[in-house]
Nanobody, 113 residues
Framework: QVQLVESGGGLVQPGGSLRLSCVGS?????MGWSRQGPGKERELVAS???????TYGDSVKGRFTISRDNAKDTLYLQMNSLKPEDTAVYYC??????????WGKGTLVTVSS
């Protein structure tokens, strides 16, 4: 069974940093992070191809960095200069070559003083 497990969420103060990790049970062609904040729709945070090409949502450009370690089937999201509006459940996603998406259960990030 394909599984993705996120970790690293927690409570941080505005301006702080946090690193999220996602361990997959298999490799994926594309991987990414999405999030859903209170009262909001789920949005794409960042994505990365197997070759390392990255895409970021406008709201996180310059602050977040997505990376992957293919040898470990692990995805990372380095989050810097965190803002209260970054508060959300962050979900890890993996997409196969056939376009099938798999999702983790999410990890909660709360940015508050």
């Amino acid at each position: 069974q394909v599984q993705l497990v996120e970790s690293g969420g927690g409570l941080v103060q505005p301006g702080g940093s946090l690193r999220l990790s996602c361990v997959g049970s298999r490799s994926f062609l594309h991987m990414g992070w999405s999030r859903q904040g209170p009262g909001k729709e789920r949005e794409l945070v960042a994505s990365i191809t197997g070759g390392g090409t990255t895409t970021y949502g406008d709201s996180v450009k310059g602050r977040f960095t997505i990376s992957r370690d293919n040898a470990k089937d692990t995805l990372y999201l380095q989050m810097n200069s965190l803002k209260p509006e970054d508060t959300a459940v962050y979900y890890c996603n993996g997409r196969t070559m056939l376009g099938i998406d798999y999702w983790g259960k999410g990890t909660l990030v709360t940015v508050s003083s």
